[in-house]
T-cell receptor, first 114, second 112 residues
Framework: NAGVTQTPKFQVLKTGQSMTLQCAQD?????MYWYRQDPGMGLRLIYY???????DKGEVPNGYNVSRLNKREFSLRLESAAPSQTSVYFC?????????????FGEGSRLTVL | GENVEQHPSTLSVQEGDSAVIKCTYS??????FPWYKQELGKRPQLIID?????GEKKDQRIAVTLNKTAKHFSLHITETQPEDSAVYFC???????????FGTGTRLQVFP
């Protein structure tokens, strides 16, 4: 049981390049999320998916796109990377039922845009 | 949308002392308030949560209090230990199945 797995763990891009962060969970969770973490700014929600087939914008969606490929996988795409997107990205999943709202996070992906 | 403010941004205490972190939220419809701990280089992990029908919840050395009228909630850590050193995040959402909005974090340092 690996929990939430993110790839890659580290990536360096040049301005204008594109890339996709992959996330997969093996806990059969309905909801999945992408957050970015920057010093002094906490965890900011980029996009989330409440269930397979649905996606919604979070606090900071500009410059990103997402795909909920199936119940297990939720990818984040940067079409044209900018230095302002240098950050640590966390994927998370949640059972999201009446008993618990706990988010289970992946290990994070550190992205640097030059 | 929801906005969560967290204070202080850094907190240093002596081992054995208590630590208190405070958060305020803007959306009166919020009803679920978890706290996450993130150790250096690690992922955030849930340590305790509280729902709006409860004013206080305890789990060993940690406790959370909620004041819905004032729209603020707090994390209390008693008898702090060096392993409590970490960044703590508060968060809020309308339900525990809704999107979670985080505060900016508090870096707690516990000195031996």
């Amino acid at each position: 049981n690996a929990g939430v797995t993110q790839t890659p763990k580290f990536q360096v891009l040049k301005t204008g390049q594109s890339m996709t962060l992959q996330c997969a969970q093996d806990m059969n969770h309905n909801s999945m999320y992408w957050y970015r973490q920057d010093p002094g700014m906490g965890l900011r929600l980029i996009y989330y998916s409440a269930s397979e087939g649905t996606t919604d914008k979070g606090e900071v969606p500009n410059g990103y796109n997402v795909s909920r490929l199936n119940k297990r996988e939720f990818s984040l795409r940067l079409e044209s990377a900018a230095p302002s997107q240098t950050s640590v990205y966390f994927c998370a999943s949640s059972e999201a039922n009446a008993n618990t709202g706990e988010l289970f996070f992946g290990e994070g992906s550190r992205l640097t845009v030059l | 949308g929801e906005n969560v403010e967290q204070h202080p941004s850094t907190l240093s205490v002596q081992e054995g002392d208590s630590a208190v972190i405070k958060c305020t939220y803007s959306d009166s419809a919020s009803n679920y308030f978890p706290w996450y701990k993130q150790e250096l280089g690690k992922r955030p992990q849930l340590i305790i949560d509280i729902r709006s029908n409860v004013g206080e919840k305890k789990d060993q050395r940690i406790a959370v209090t909620l004041n819905k009228t004032a729209k603020h909630f707090s994390l209390h850590i008693t008898e702090t230990q060096p392993e409590d050193s970490a960044v703590y995040f508060c968060a809020a959402s309308k339900t525990n199945t809704d999107k979670l909005i985080f505060g900016t974090g508090t870096r707690l340092q516990v000195f031996p």
